[in-house]
Structure formats: C-alpha cells, structure tokens
C-alpha cells in the first residue's frame, strides 16, 4: 500500500553537495511530518532534520547551516539538500514518515515508516 524510497545518495568529496529526494507512493492519505536519519556502520540512526506538513524544518546542531530539508506536498516529497559535506556526514542515509494511507475502506496510520535508505560517503 505505501512505499517510501530515497533516492540522491552518492560518493563525494568533502566540501561537496547532495541532493537527496524521498517520495512516498501509494494510497497515501496525508503525511505529517516527514524526517531524515542517518546511520553509520555498528551505531544507531541519528535523526538530521525534520520537517512538518506545514513546512516547519528542524535540525541536529552538526548540520545547521550546511543542510536544508524541504518538501513538496504534491508530490508526497521530501529533499534533503546537503552542502559542504564532512566526512563524519559518511552514512547511510534514511527517510522517515509519519503518514495516514488508505487500504480499501480503512484509513491507517503509520508512525517512523523507513525507507530503504540511500548511501553517502563523504572522502577527506
């Protein structure tokens, strides 16, 4: 019924930009707040940034100023913009909803629904 899929990851050098995207598909109803983590080998997801339906965006101190988060509510998408990259931004990266979707007459609701994730790598 719902599919959540990143997508923007890539290998690059310090000081360099991605553009990460997150589409929700399916029989989505409305989603609230939408979010990105990110995980590095042998630790637990770190939340980066987040962002409510209205546009409302939040940070984790390590990326303030240097990362956006956005959404386009049309298209059930999230962005995360990353500019002058650090290494330590190295990981992979995950889209995280909180989302209602519709599943024949029933409306459900789906709290931290991931993605698959989508790997940076940031070289010095």
């Known amino acids: 019924q719902v599919q959540l899929v990143e997508s923007g990851g890539g290998m690059v050098q310090a000081g360099g930009s991605l553009r990460l995207s997150c589409t929700a598909s399916g029989n989505i109803f409305s989603i609230n707040y939408m979010a990105w983590y990110r995980q590095t080998p042998g630790k637990e997801r770190e939340l980066v940034a987040t962002?409510?339906?209205?546009?409302?965006?939040n940070y984790t101190d390590s990326v303030k100023g240097r990362f956006t988060i956005s959404r386009d509510n049309t298209k059930n998408t999230a962005y995360l913009q990353m500019n002058n990259l650090k290494p330590e931004d190295t990981g992979v990266y995950y889209c995280?909803?909180?989302?209602?979707?519709?599943?024949?007459?029933?409306?459900?609701?789906?709290?931290?629904?991931w993605g698959q994730g989508t790997q940076v790598t940031v070289s010095s």
């Open positions: 962002i409510t339906s209205g546009g409302v965006a």
């Open positions: 995280d909803a909180d989302l209602q979707y519709i599943d024949g007459d029933q409306l459900h609701s789906l709290t931290h629904y």
